[in-house]
T-cell receptor, first 115, second 113 residues
Framework: AQKVTQTQTSISVVEKTTVTMDCVYE???????LFWYKQTASGEIVFLIR??????ENATVGHYSLNFQKPKSSIGLIITATQIEDSAVYFC????????????FGKGTVLLVSP | GPKVLQIPSHQIIDMGQMVTLNCDPV?????FYWYKQILGQQMEFLVN????????KSKLFKDQFSVERPDGSYFTLKIQPTALEDSAVYFC???????????FGEGSRLIVV
């Protein structure tokens, strides 16, 4: 069975700094897909970025980037130049290459960005 | 980004009654999903649906749960009868392909009393 672990319960940073959130996963599959979503205070869940396991290059979208370390089963999320509105709960998720998009989520990391 | 709409946003219902949660997925998406989130915890997969059929469901998808999308209208999750442990936020999601990125709605908060 798949498992996703986010060890950081919460992180506080000052705006305009860089923050890294950790995520490790467990799977027996050779091909899989990793995602980061954020959940805002209103409850909205927003897709941020994705990494396919067969891609060696780290994904980057806007001020989000990933640190994919396949041998360590690790997919860290890096947010550069943080803004107040980045305050949210960040969820790491994965799915294998079969099935129909059944995502396994981590418990989430609360990010608080202060002025 | 693409928007998934959910109705209602909140509902309080007496235990034992029926509830229907509605989802309007992204217009060109073909795959639909329901996830459940208990307060303060991660989302957990309930079911996925494609071409009029349930493709996969989890242990959380009890016999009292059902899904359908009649005539291309809302994708619905029906719980009949409801139980106290069904209290949670239910998120609908959709994707254009079975392996494509999921887009979530804002959730329907269900409180069973």
């Amino acid at each position: 069975a798949q498992k996703v672990t986010q060890t950081q319960t919460s992180i506080s940073v000052v705006e305009k700094t860089t923050v890294t959130m950790d995520c490790v996963y467990e799977t027996r599959d050779s091909s899989y897909f990793l995602f980061w979503y954020k959940q805002t205070a209103s409850g909205e869940i927003v897709f941020l970025i994705r990494q396919d396991s067969y891609k060696k290059e780290n994904a980057t979208v806007g001020h989000y980037s990933l640190n994919f370390q396949k041998p360590k089963s690790s997919i860290g999320l890096i947010i550069t130049a943080t803004q107040i509105e980045d305050s949210a709960v960040y969820f790491c998720a994965m799915r294998n290459d079969s099935g129909y998009n059944k995502l396994t989520f981590g418990k989430g990391t609360v990010l608080l960005v202060s002025p | 980004g693409p928007k998934v709409l959910q109705i209602p946003s909140h509902q309080i219902i007496d235990m034992g009654q029926m509830v229907t949660l509605n989802c309007d997925p992204v217009s060109n998406h073909l795959y639909f999903y329901w996830y459940k989130q208990i307060l303060g915890q991660q989302m957990e997969f309930l079911v996925n649906f494609y071409n009029g059929k349930v493709m996969e469901k989890s242990k959380l998808f009890k016999d009292q749960f059902s899904v359908e999308r009649p005539d291309g209208s809302y994708f619905t999750l029906k719980i009949q009868p409801t139980a106290l442990e069904d209290s949670a936020v239910y998120f609908c999601a959709s994707s254009s392909g079975s392996g494509n990125t999921l887009y979530f709605g804002e959730g329907s908060r269900l409180i069973v009393v």
